[in-house]
Each structure stands twice: as C-alpha cells, then as structure tokens.
C-alpha cells in the first residue's frame, strides 16, 4: 500500500511541475511585500515529507503546510481554500530533494520558483 501512496505521491508533483507558472497573476494571488493571499485549489501530496501546491486558472503555486493539514489531507486534498503567508524563493540547489523553511521542511520539485509559507488557510 505505501508503495501506491509514494507512486500517487509522484504523479501529483509532476502534474503540478507541468502546469504553467504564472504564481503571480493578479487576479488570483495578491501579494503586498512578502506576504501574499491566494485561494484555489489544494493539491496535496503524500510521501516523503510531503508536498502541496496552490492551483488557479492562472497558475500554480508552492505551498509549506502546517503538518495538520498533512495529518488530515483527506479532508483538504483537492477542496478549494484561501491562504495567506509569507513568501520566499526556493533555493538554487536543485540537487536537494527537499529544503527548509522555518520550522516546515518542503519537497522539491514543485511548479514553481517560490513557496509560500502558509500561515493561514481555510476551506471555502
């Protein structure tokens, strides 16, 4: 079963890798300084230490989640929410297979060049 759950984890990322990277398009993600609101819908995916991305009909964006979200993505996965945070570049070392930030650890290799620490979120 874990061996699905990893493979199912793989295929997500790579759905997200493809989508176009247009995180910034005004009309779904406002952004003033560092902190950024968004809403679309959550991708959530499992393994490794886990990945999440923010999809909208402009783009996609990276996603650092509270594990709680992890622990319940049955319930968020694929749901529309809004989020709010702050945002950081993902680092240049690709090589990495994942990288920090703050207290959350992200996977690499998402759809995009920036991740937003997300420090609210709610279903709509």
Not at 20 to 48: P, Q
Not at 95 to 100: F, I, L, N, T, V
């Amino acid at each position: 079963m874990q061996f699905k759950e990893v493979l199912a984890s793989l295929v997500l990322v790579s759905c997200c890798s493809c989508s176009t990277n247009k995180a910034h398009d005004s009309n779904y993600i406002k952004c003033e300084g560092k902190i950024c609101h968004g809403s679309g819908r959550l991708i959530v995916a499992i393994g490794g230490y886990g990945g999440a991305s923010l999809e909208t009909p402009g783009g996609c964006l990276d996603l650092a989640l509270p594990n709680h979200i992890f622990n319940e993505r049955k319930k968020w996965n694929g749901r529309k929410i809004g989020v709010s945070g702050e945002i950081f570049s993902r680092p240049s070392a690709p090589e990495d297979a994942w990288y920090d930030i703050k207290d959350r650890r992200i996977e690499s290799g998402g759809c995009g060049s920036r991740t937003l620490y997300v420090e609210e979120i709610n279903l709509l």
